[in-house]
C-alpha cells in the first residue's frame, strides 16, 4: 500500500537560514510526488510536483525538491527562509497515471520561523 | 480564474444532529474530491466523483456519510448522525481529470466542531 512519512512535526529555523523539510515514501512503482503548503485558516497550496525526468524540480516561492528513487525520498529545501514561509507543509503521492488521482498525504511538517 | 468555493467556512453542531457541507469546483474540472483533515494529521481522501459518478469510496463511513455530485458540478457531503470524532476539516478539491499528474485544486475548507 502507498504511504507517505514525514519524520519531523516541528521544525524551527531562523529567519535567512536554509531549509529542508524530509519525506519518504512506500510505492511499488514510479510514484507523482507532490508538496503542498497550508496555511492558517487556508486550503493546500500546490508548491511542486513531480511526475518523471529530471530528478530537482523547481516549485513556487524559490522553493526546489529532490527525488531520489534509491532512498525512496521526496525532500523539500528552500536556500532561505522568509517569515511567511511559517506554515505546515505536506508532502503527498499519487498512484500511476490511470489510477484514479488520489492522494495519499504525510502527516505534516510544522515550519516556524524566528526572527 | 475562480477557485474551489466551499460553504460554511465554520460549523459547530451537537453529537447526534446533522450537518451538510457544499463545494463548487473550479469551472470544468470533472472530478471532484472530498478529504477529512484531523487535528495534527493529512488529509485523507474521503470519496472521489468523476463527472457525476463516484470513483471511488473506500473510505467513506457511510452508516452516517453521504456525498452526491448530481449534476456533475456542485457536490454536498453530510453527516448524520454526527460523532465527536467527526471534528475535522473538511477539505473539497478538484481536477481537470482523475489521472495521477492532473493537479489538484483546494477549496478553504469547512472546519467542523461537534460538541
Known amino acids: 500500500a502507498q504511504s507517505v512519512t514525514q519524520p519531523d512535526i516541528h521544525i524551527t529555523v531562523s529567519e535567512g537560514a536554509s531549509l529542508e523539510l524530509r519525506c519518504n515514501y512506500s510505492?511499488?512503482?514510479?510514484?507523482?510526488l507532490f508538496w503542498y503548503v497550508q496555511s492558517p485558516g487556508q486550503g493546500l497550496q500546490l508548491l511542486l510536483k513531480y511526475f518523471s525526468g529530471d530528478t530537482l524540480v523547481q516549485g513556487i516561492k524559490g522553493f526546489e525538491a529532490e527525488f531520489k528513487r534509491s532512498q525512496s525520498s521526496f525532500n523539500l529545501r528552500k536556500p532561505s527562509v522568509h517569515w511567511s514561509d511559517a506554515a505546515e507543509y505536506f508532502c503527498a503521492v499519487a498512484g500511476s497515471y490511470n489510477q484514479g488521482g488520489k492522494l495519499i498525504f504525510g502527516q505534516g511538517t510544522e515550519l516556524s520561523v524566528k526572527p | 480564474e475562480a477557485g474551489v468555493a466551499q460553504s460554511p467556512r465554520y460549523k459547530i453542531i451537537e453529537k447526534r444532529q446533522s450537518v451538510a457541507f457544499w463545494c463548487n469546483p473550479i469551472s470544468g474540472h470533472a472530478t471532484l474530491y472530498w478529504y477529512q483533515q484531523i487535528l495534527g494529521q493529512g488529509p485523507k481522501l474521503l470519496i472521489q466523483f468523476q463527472n457525476n459518478g463516484v470513483v471511488d469510496d473506500s473510505q467513506l463511513p457511510k452508516d452516517r456519510f453521504s456525498a452526491e455530485r448530481l449534476k456533475g458540478v456542485d457536490s454536498t457531503l453530510k453527516i448524520q448522525p454526527a460523532k465527536l470524532e467527526d471534528s475535522a476539516v473538511y477539505l473539497c478539491?478538484?481536477?481537470?481529470?482523475?489521472?495521477?499528474?492532473?493537479?489538484?485544486?483546494f477549496g478553504p475548507g469547512t472546519r467542523l466542531t461537534v460538541l
Open positions: 478539491a478538484s481536477s481537470l481529470q482523475d489521472r495521477g499528474t492532473d493537479t489538484q485544486y
Open positions: 510505492y511499488g512503482a514510479t510514484p507523482y
